[in-house]
Nanobody
């Protein structure tokens, strides 16, 4: 069993910053690609950022230059630094991880953390 616990969401004004954290725990043999997704009301879940175990990153154009994903492999933790936030960034942000365990290869999701960007 593997769990992902997110933290760091909240209310921020436009132009502000937030840092999300996601810690993985459980029967982990290896953490592979980790990422952040978001889902706004009435919209589909979309990729925000991803990072491989080797540190290669991927961002959609909507957040490129504003968001930075990083990871601490020793702590099994992934971070999302969000700068220059816009109202359209308002969404529930979900952590995602691809994990090798004794039971096999799993894709795991966190429960989500709400980010609200509003004056």
């Amino acid at each position: 069993q593997v769990q992902l616990v997110e933290s760091g969401g909240g209310l921020v004004q436009p132009g502000g910053s937030l840092r999300l954290s996601c810690a993985a725990s459980g029967s982990i043999l290896a953490l592979h690609t980790m990422g952040w997704y978001r889902q706004a009301p009435g919209k589909e879940r979309e990729l925000v950022a991803a990072i491989t175990s080797g540190g290669r990153t991927n961002y959609p154009d909507s957040v490129k230059g504003r968001f930075t994903i990083s990871r601490d492999n020793a702590k099994n933790t992934v971070y999302l630094q969000m700068n220059s936030l816009k109202p359209e960034d308002t969404a529930v942000y979900y952590c995602n991880a691809h994990v090798s365990t004794l039971a096999g290869y799993l894709e795991v999701w966190g429960h989500g953390t709400l980010v609200t960007v509003s004056p």
